[in-house]
């Protein structure tokens, strides 16, 4: 038996049920989800008072660590970029869709919003691009599940909310958004969409040969120069950045933007390069990006740190 350690909540029990399904295929064993609380689902308070980065691993990070599981999912967006003593990220899935979602009343879009209308998200990424996008919108701070945000729109409390795609694609409420946010001008959290399986350092050869055979090199590939583009900016997942990496023809782009938290400025950076070329073609091309980003003031419009 494989017991695979995950949040309770509806989206992550989906999630981890679907990696669960693929780690049994791929190995011949039954798996059996163990539910973990953590700190971010049961505080009350905004993700970015709790510090963001980390709010929802640690728990399940504990737990994995004590034995109580044998490997644990997460939504890779969530997950600190420095490594857990003791565990490694031993696989990545097919990454979902990256984008965000507007999920509006009466099919409204971001340009049709009337002025004043309120929207709900909890992510000071999310809140920057839509002060910089519609600046005449009030933006509420909001927690809970997808349900409960949607039945914010439903009862007349928000006007719209923003979620991600990909969330809303695992469980089955596509029917909910009324507008994608396109990733060029509106980049997502670096490895949204993406999930992230934990094991401890030196897990059973069986189970790291099953998560091995659902591991997704183009996807890891991608989310590794986005999630590098933090790392080195010293920024932790709750900072207002959004980066995109995507391999077409042997080349790697990766795409990424720091936004002032009130959405009055941002500076962008794209680089690229041929994965052949590079031995770490993820760690080039985000050092690249990351020191064009503090050449052009990142630090100064935004709360980060570090030197590439």
Not at 24 to 41: F, H, K, N, R
Not at 188 to 207: F, H, M, V, Y
Request: proline share 6%; charged share 20%; net charge negative.
């Amino acid at each position: 038996m494989i017991r695979i350690g995950t949040r309770a909540s509806a989206l992550a029990m989906s999630q981890t049920g679907t990696v669960a399904e693929s780690i049994a295929a791929a190995s011949g064993q039954p798996t059996e989800l163990v539910e973990i609380t953590t700190e971010g689902d049961t505080s009350r308070q905004s993700l970015s008072s709790l510090g963001g980065t980390g709010v929802f691993a640690t728990a399940l990070r504990e737990a994995l660590l004590d034995g109580r599981c044998d490997m644990i999912v997460h939504s890779l967006k969530d997950l600190p970029t420095a490594d857990a003593p003791g565990l490694v990220v031993t696989g990545i899935p097919r990454r979902e869709d990256a984008r965000d979602a507007l999920c509006a009343r009466d099919g409204l879009t971001l340009d049709t919003l009337p002025p004043g209308a309120r929207v709900g998200t909890g992510s000071p990424r999310r809140v920057a691009q839509l002060k910089a996008r519609r600046p005449d919108l009030e933006v509420v701070d909001i927690r809970g599940n997808v349900d409960t945000r949607l039945g914010k729109v439903s009862s007349g409390e928000l006007d719209a909310v923003v979620l991600a795609a990909a969330g809303l694609t695992r469980l089955g409420r596509l029917d909910a958004v009324t507008e994608y946010c396109g990733l060029d001008g509106w980049p997502s959290a670096p490895g949204q969409g993406a999930l992230a399986i934990e094991t401890r350092a030196n897990p059973d050869p069986e189970l790291k040969k099953a998560i091995a055979r659902i591991d997704h090199a183009p996807t890891r590939l991608n989310v590794t120069a986005e999630r590098e583009v933090l790392r080195i900016l010293e920024a932790g997942c709750a900072a207002p950045i959004g980066a995109h990496a995507i391999v077409d023809d042997g080349l790697l782009f990766l795409s990424a933007r720091v936004y002032h938290p009130d959405g009055s400025s941002h500076v962008t950076s794209s680089h690229a390069l041929y994965v052949a070329d590079h031995p770490k073609p993820a760690d080039t091309v985000a050092a690249n990006v990351a020191s064009e980003l503090l050449s052009l003031g990142a630090a100064d419009i935004a709360p980060v740190g570090g030197a590439a």
